[in-house]
DNA sequence: CTAAGATAGTCGCATCTGCAACTATCTAAA
DNA sequence: TTTAGATAGTTGCAGATGCGACTATCTTAG
């Protein structure tokens, strides 16, 4: 018996959709944050960690729970700080890592830019309707809890403990 | 009435968990297509598509389909040219573009690596039920179709027309 | 107390990839 | 026919990012 001939057919083959609608939802927002604020994506990721924990905390805090290299983490808040949006302070307990957290300047544009990038991910979604659009989450979620993407807020206060 | 302030809370922002399960995805299959057999992302999908498409098929055309610049696509194609996995033909009726097809070598990694990189897939997605998936994957579509990501096969066939 | 290992953060290096310029070729309009 | 503009593909360049080495600091075991 011939062995069948496999085929796969790349626009049926969900790691190729996701990253290629992973990319077109990015470039979608990224007119909101690039554009308009001059953020990079690690950027931004920054500012939404410390605006979302309403508290200083870590470079690596940041890197664990945002899945983004700590390389990349330190860049990003290279160039925050140079900007004046965010700035870290020694930590007396352990004076290896910093406490970051937002400036004045940095909340101003925070607070700007989240509702803009809300309304993005709104219309974006908006080809769902409302229960879809919670269908949509939960299997998202589904998908990365099985891939342990998920921060417990239990590991996040063992990250965060000082 | 003050304004409300605004926050986000990056694990249920749809744009962040989306970049972030894609990239985990990638990287599970990186595995398969990389480790096993040196191919990287691009690569994979210039492979991806000669072998869905029985048929040769030109470099524009695969970067239209997967949505990847032509500068990637191209260098992709040159690494599988140095391999002797794709080879390229003149097409005497359009002298700027070139056919490409896979080698009866490059086939032979296709075959072996398709199985792999499905049975991949189906764990990833295992987490799922079977109608879930099919749900996930209607989901997906819409959200796909109303981004305009999807290759129809009209256009498909103006952009392969000669 | 000391030594070994872990952890926070930085930085150089290599790689990847998008942009834009460039060549060659094709198409369409004057 | 000539010319302007479009298209296929390549390549130099620059920006982004992961990796790994490095320093400084902390922790734990002996």
């Given at each position: 018996?011939?062995?069948?001939?496999?085929?796969?057919?790349?626009?049926?083959?969900?790691?190729?959709?996701?990253?290629?609608?992973?990319?077109?939802?990015?470039?979608?927002?990224?007119?909101?944050y690039?554009?308009?604020?001059?953020?990079?994506?690690?950027?931004?990721?920054?500012?939404?960690?410390?605006?979302?924990?309403?508290?200083?905390?870590?470079?690596?805090?940041?890197?664990?729970c945002?899945?983004?290299?700590?390389?990349?983490?330190?860049?990003?808040?290279?160039?925050?700080?140079?900007?004046?949006?965010?700035?870290?302070?020694?930590n007396?307990?352990?004076?290896?890592?910093?406490?970051?957290?937002?400036?004045?300047?940095?909340?101003a544009?925070?607070?700007?830019?989240?509702?803009?990038?809300?309304?993005?991910?709104?219309?974006?979604?908006?080809?769902?309707?409302?229960?879809?659009?919670?269908?949509?989450?939960?299997?998202?979620?589904?998908?990365?809890?099985?891939?342990?993407?998920?921060?417990t807020?239990?590991?996040?206060?063992?990250?965060?403990?000082?």
């Amino acid at each position: 018996m011939p062995k069948a001939s496999s085929r796969l057919d790349l626009f049926r083959f969900v790691p190729f959709r996701l990253n290629r609608l992973a990319a077109e939802v990015s470039a979608a927002l990224s007119g909101e944050y690039q554009a308009r604020y001059g953020l990079d994506i690690p950027e931004w990721r920054v500012l939404a960690t410390l605006g979302f924990r309403n508290d200083a905390c870590s470079a690596q805090y940041i890197a664990h729970c945002t899945r983004t290299h700590k390389s990349t983490i330190s860049r990003a808040v290279t160039a925050l700080m140079t900007r004046q949006l965010v700035e870290r302070v020694e930590n007396k307990d352990d004076r290896r890592e910093f406490r970051l957290r937002m400036t004045r300047k940095g909340k101003a544009l925070y607070e700007q830019l989240i509702p803009r990038l809300l309304r993005k991910e709104s219309e974006i979604m908006s080809c769902l309707s409302t229960h879809e659009q919670k269908d949509f989450a939960r299997l998202l979620g589904k998908i990365e809890t099985s891939l342990d993407l998920v921060q417990t807020s239990h590991e996040a206060d063992e990250t965060e403990a000082y």
